[in-house]
């Protein structure tokens, strides 16, 4: 006879901000009354998620556990350990806490963190991830999200980051932070298919920011033709990264190199770091597997964005009347600066 085991109920906080995220956590862990697992103690853990899911039915308070995680958590592997359906624990809530007079820089900087290799791998299996994608995805995950050092900030400026925040996270409760919890109100439970990010909301036609401000937009960018590398090098490293068009904050989806054409990719930017990533080849699809985009299925989201000059652009890097008739065997032959995918195993058939 299968025992199933009663899930523990966890309130997950993140952020990058580890004084305010720690204070903020032992408190909601007091209000709420739960367990309190400090991010320090699964830091000492070659793998802080796995340690968060073997300490969480330890938990002595029946109301469950708050568990605070460093700041280079990967929330989305974290949500896919905890909210899996055979996990010891239930995933009502993840609260990041966000610092309001240094979030863009926060999604601006360019550093890197290095994520130790597990258990019994040699050291160079360990990986790096961005600061700035790590501090996006934590954003747009969220279920809460706290602006905490928000009351210096001229009202006009912080009317500018609450507007963000809600277009990369629409999904999530905006708060203030304050000197103290008031209530806690969280009914989101999670599950492994989440799908809160805003970029992917514009993607599924479903975004609608609860807060707006005059300086944050967003628009859904779509085009059927490949892209040409080289115009695409130069538009992001020399116009968009230079502020042409605004302020680009954030862009993610799917797109398609010229020189690349039977491969879809994944399309991932914040600030001044963006990655491409093959996520397979039209070849490898089955009969019900959905094809995720033809061409460039985007969305971007920023401050003072000159919207049409951006579109204009990004029509410009996609490939001309004459380059589209040429044919793949022609368009291998241009000029690629990315890195090469895995998967990319013969660039001129």
């Not at 610092?99 to 040699?122: C, I, K, V």
């Not at 992001?236 to 797109?255: K, N, W």
């Amino acid at each position: 006879m299968e025992v199933r085991v009663e899930q523990v109920d966890v309130l997950a906080v993140i952020g990058t901000c580890a004084p305010e995220r720690r204070r903020y956590a032992k408190r909601l862990a007091a209000m709420t009354r739960r367990t309190f697992v400090p991010a320090r103690r699964l830091a000492l853990a070659p793998d802080p998620i796995d340690e968060a899911l073997a300490v969480a039915p330890w938990s002595d308070a029946p109301a469950g556990a708050v568990i605070e995680f460093p700041e280079y958590t990967e929330v989305t592997e974290l949500i896919g350990t905890l909210a899996a359906p055979d996990a010891p624990t239930r995933l009502t809530g993840v609260v990041c806490l966000v610092d309001a007079a240094h979030l863009r820089d926060d999604l601006h900087q360019d550093s890197y963190t290095r994520h130790p290799a597990p258990p019994g791998e040699h050291p160079s299996m360990g990986r790096h991830a961005a600061h700035a994608l790590l501090a996006v995805n934590q954003i747009e995950y969220a279920s809460v999200i706290v602006l905490v050092n928000w009351a210096t900030l001229p009202t006009v400026d912080l009317s500018t980051v609450m507007a963000l925040v809600s277009h990369l996270s629409p999904r999530a409760r905006l708060r203030l932070h304050r000197n103290a919890i008031d209530r806690w109100e969280c009914d989101t439970v999670y599950t492994v298919g989440q799908e809160r990010p805003g970029w992917v909301g514009m993607l599924n036609g479903d975004y609608d920011p609860h807060m707006t401000d005059l300086r944050v937009s967003a628009f859904h960018y779509e085009n059927v033709r490949p892209l040409h590398p080289g115009r695409l090098k130069h538009l992001l490293d020399e116009r968009i990264e230079a502020g042409e068009f605004g302020a680009v904050i954030r862009s993610a989806g799917f797109c398609r190199f010229a020189t690349r054409p039977q491969i879809i990719a994944r399309w991932d930017h914040v600030g001044q770091v963006i990655s491409f990533d093959s996520l397979g080849r039209d070849d490898d699809l089955g009969d019900e597997d959905d094809l995720l985009a033809l061409g460039q299925d985007l969305a971007f989201i920023g401050i003072d964005l000159d919207t049409d000059a951006l579109k204009k652009a990004l029509d410009a890097a996609a490939l001309t009347d004459t380059e589209l008739a040429a044919g793949a065997r022609a368009w291998v032959r241009f000029p690629d600066p990315f890195p090469s995918w895995p998967v990319v195993a013969d660039r001129t058939e």
